[in-house]
């Protein structure tokens, strides 16, 4: 029996009082894809930085290939023929692909003779795996499904036999994923063995022969692939049964609440970003924008949002709103019924040192029923927050927590219990599920799918393919800054979507 | 990570770091062949022992109180006003033309007035970099920096060449009339029956500081532009989302500090000196940095660093008076103070988290 590739035994590691890995034992056969799948915060990262050598863990032994060794950091992970491809690529922008696969990997004090081995090298690996590129393209010219490419063959080109891929799909299109499998599929069949660490339940049941699942800190479960299924997987990542699909009825729309016509937007640097936008959202549906991260999403919510100027024409309600005068901001917008759970929670939704209180008031602190006098009301905003926080079952119910000591799913409630609570006619919503856990997730789609049946107009943006195809009653792809098609979401398919959001239009479709 | 308890937080680890600052200064001491516990002695003596000492530590405290409460109002909109200096001595010349201008019947209309010239000098003073920052992106720290030169040369050319009185060879205001003199803690006791040092110069501007502390608390805290000044100092981008214009609360938040940086001119110049004079503010406005970042840029905090400065000051001028200690060698101890208690706050802090942690885990 041959050995395995990596066997981890019993490792455990503590941050402070959070244990991040207890106990963790896997065996992971060469020439196989094994899955690790779980929530954020499941010590999935943890796991495998002790494996790459960014931690030391507590206790436990790792063995490869049959053989006791100890990983104190990088480079011996390398030497050990570990390769690890991050979520964030470690490239430098202006370097060719070349420079970047030698970086770190030079031999001798001369460049030439390692980049000229390299080309050679690079060339033998293209033709063996599938993994075309072109050597003297720089990496700040080229997308992010080669820009993962490079990584892989930078790990290759360090002679690894385990790639461990943290989240490799994160930024691709459904194309370029569908691409990295067939190069997962093609080194498997070469012989590597690869780990792939994600929290898609999909891509664990398209492409690895086993997966083990993780839930806070623990290995809850290994099983082979073949012999489970989505909805056991979610059950063992959450530790209950969730409901994977949304539950919703078709839409009814009314009036239209929103109409965008001809929007335009010329960044900072002079970029146009949006190059011409027209939607329309009626009440009592939820209007869906697939679309690769980038493509002017989140210039839209921003300009909508108030945070933005704009040329064009919106209007809510009929009325025509401010785009860029003393009108265009914040308070403006959510004075004219439009409520925004923006892209980022950490960053723009919530204001991580203050208190969950002083969080559910952000953005409506006018609000007269929240002052007493020249002071703001304290004690009835956090009665208020109290009775958000139960309804939206917001985990610990502690109106006195910070927000950064809530979880990412609970973080995000709040957010979406202070913007839907307000009873807006639009509720604008970006990224709603991003970084939460598939439990928070369920509810989270709920409560957006609630506001829809209230009558509200709902315009949504994600990445999340799945999500959109799921919530949406309409779906606008956008690309380059321009809607590239509508589509209703039981009459297309991710393929259809995928086309568009790389740009590729109906007629040459 | 783990957390300790806020009172930890609040008062242990300052309290440690003026104990190793103190230490550190006593190390000092012995190494130029002085005793340190006489020299303790006659700071605390000096500035403590008597009611003329409190007088001084308290007249000082006012001064970094107002500076300190200035720097954190800032702070909370993360702007880092190191022009509280500048802003004081043009606070002085409000002060100084309220008072010479206008014949005042009463020492009480004439705070008032005073006050709200003081308050308008500095608000102006520390509103052109607040716009330059909010608007052009200068970054602040430099612009109030050098808008402190400007301010002392704007006032070297008054005194010397418009409010130098004819005849004067000494570059300053001639006195402010009788009617515009404050009372000080002398006559403010004195109708309670307290005896109080009359040589001493701490006057009603400490109450006017007091109540200052109070207010501060309540805008930040407890109103919607307090609310709006912390959360664009915690966030920006937030700030922006949420509708709160980044220009607008940046001047607003710079406006407020620069005022009450101006009004400590009611002490220094209104209270003490009673004219105004060349580099009245003697470096009071960068000790506010220092009161407010050991205050942790709360009013209570920078309340009690103020006096703790005070005494300082009080205490240092003293030891120079009467030990052969150098004036200089009160500088290092302050020094070390702001050096311990603002630069090295991690180095007390985190060994106590893990302190406080431990015993957390063992109960």
């Not at chain 1, 139960?390 to 979406?416: C, H, M, T, Y």
Request: charged share 20%.
């Amino acid at each position: 029996m041959t050995a395995p590739a990596i066997e981890l035994k019993g490792i455990s590691k503590a941050f402070g009082p959070v244990q991040a890995n207890k106990d963790i034992s896997i065996r992971v056969m060469p020439g196989t894809i094994h899955g690790i799948i779980g929530e954020n915060g499941a010590g999935k990262s943890t796991l495998m930085s002790i494996l790459y050598g960014f931690y030391k863990a507590d206790a436990g032994e790792i063995f490869i290939n049959g053989k006791k060794t100890v990983i104190p950091d990088s480079q011996a992970a390398i030497a050990a023929g570990i390769g690890m491809v991050f979520q964030h690529f470690k490239l430098v922008e202006n370097f060719t692909v070349l420079e970047n696969v030698v970086l770190g990997a030079e031999e001798g004090a001369m460049l030439m003779p390692s980049l000229r081995k390299a080309r050679k090298e690079l060339t033998e690996l293209a033709k063996e795996y599938g993994l075309k590129i072109d050597p003297d393209a720089r990496i700040d010219e080229i997308g992010v499904g080669m820009q993962q490419r490079v990584e892989i063959l930078k790990a290759l080109y360090r002679q690894a036999d385990i790639l461990i891929l943290d989240e490799p799909t994160g930024v691709l299109t459904p194309a370029e994923a569908d691409q990295l499998f067939r190069i997962l599929d093609r080194l498997r069949e070469e012989g590597k063995t690869i780990i792939l660490i994600t929290h898609k339940l999909r891509e664990i049941m398209d492409i690895t022969d086993t997966v083990s699942v993780m839930r806070r800190g623990e290995m809850t479960a290994t099983v082979k692939t073949s012999e489970t299924s989505p909805a056991e997987l979610a059950e063992l990542m959450v530790g209950r049964k969730v409901l994977l699909r949304v539950d919703k009825t078709a839409a009814n729309p009314g009036k239209p609440v929103l109409e965008v016509e001809g929007l335009r937007v010329v960044d900072s640097q002079g970029v146009e970003r949006l190059r011409g936008i027209d939607l329309t959202v009626r009440a009592g549906e939820i209007l869906g924008i697939a679309g690769v991260a980038g493509n002017g999403q989140s210039e839209l919510l921003e300009v909508l949002g108030g945070y933005r100027t704009a040329t064009g024409t919106v209007r809510v309600n009929g009325e025509e709103i401010d785009l860029t005068g003393k009108h265009s901001d914040g308070r403006s917008r959510r004075a004219r019924g439009i409520a925004h759970v923006p892209e980022d929670r950490q960053s723009e939704g919530l204001i991580m040192d203050f208190m969950a209180w002083e969080n559910a008031v952000f953005g409506y602190h006018h609000d007269p029923a929240m002052q007493s006098g020249l002071l703001m009301n304290n004690a009835a905003i956090k009665a208020d927050t109290a009775g958000k926080m139960e309804r939206f079952d917001v985990r610990p119910p502690n109106p006195r927590l910070q927000a950064k000591s809530f979880s990412g799913g609970n973080q995000q409630k709040i957010v979406l219990a202070r913007e839907i609570e307000r009873n807006p006619d639009l509720l604008l919503v970006g990224q709603p599920t991003r970084g939460v856990d598939i439990g928070a997730i369920e509810f989270i789609h709920q409560q957006i799918v609630r506001l829809r049946d209230a009558g509200k107009a709902i315009l949504l943006v994600s990445v999340e393919l799945d999500e959109i195809m799921s919530l949406s009653d309409r779906i606008a792809v956008m690309f380059d800054g321009r809607v590239m098609g509508e589509r209703l979401p039981g009459e297309t398919d991710e393929k259809e979507l995928g086309l568009l959001m790389a740009g590729v239009t109906e007629t040459a479709a | 990570m783990s957390k300790m308890p806020a009172w930890a937080d609040a008062v242990l680890v300052p309290l440690i770091s003026i104990f190793l600052a103190a230490i550190l200064s006593a190390l000092v001491i012995l190494f130029i062949g002085e005793d340190p516990i006489a020299a303790l002695n006659l700071m605390v003596d000096g500035a403590l022992g008597s009611t003329y000492g409190w007088g001084y530590t308290l007249y000082y405290a006012t001064n970094f109180l107002f500076t300190g409460l200035a720097f954190s109002v800032a702070f909370h909109a993360a702007q880092f006003n190191i022009g509280a200096e500048g802003q004081a001595m043009l606070g002085g010349l409000g002060v100084a033309i309220v008072c010479i201008v206008i014949p005042w019947p009463h020492w009480s209309l004439a705070l008032i007035f005073a006050l709200v010239g003081a308050a308008a000098f500095g608000a102006f003073w520390a509103a052109i970099p607040a716009y330059l920052q909010a608007t052009r992106g200068s970054h602040i720290v430099i612009t109030t920096i050098m808008f402190n030169f400007i301010a002392a040369a704007l006032l070297n050319y008054l005194l010397v060449n418009v409010m130098r009185p004819e005849g004067s060879m000494d570059p300053a205001t001639g006195k402010f009339p009788e009617a515009t003199h404050l009372p000080t803690l002398h006559d403010i006791l004195g109708v309670f029956g307290i005896p109080f040092s009359k040589a001493a110069p701490a006057n009603i501007s400490l109450l006017i500081g007091l109540i200052a502390c109070v207010l501060v608390y309540l805008l930040i805290w407890r109103t919607r532009l307090g609310y709006e000044i912390r959360a664009f100092g915690k966030s920006e981008s937030a700030a922006r989302y949420a509708g709160i214009s980044p220009v607008k609360i940046t001047v607003v938040a710079m406006m407020i500090s620069g005022g009450l940086a101006g009004m400590m001119a009611i002490n220094n110049v209104m209270g003490e000196a009673e004219r105004l004079v060349m580099n009245a503010t003697e470096g009071a406005g960068f000790i506010g940095i220092a009161v407010a970042l050991m205050g942790r840029n709360h009013p209570l905090g920078v309340l009690l660093a103020a006096i703790l400065f005070g005494f300082l000051y009080q205490g240092g001028a003293e030891l120079a008076l009467w030990a052969s200690i150098p004036r200089e060698l009160i500088v290092v101890i302050q020094a070390l103070v702001i050096l311990f208690t603002g630069a090295l706050d991690n180095m007390v802090r985190m060994p106590l988290e893990r302190l406080f942690g431990a015993v957390r885990r063992e109960g």
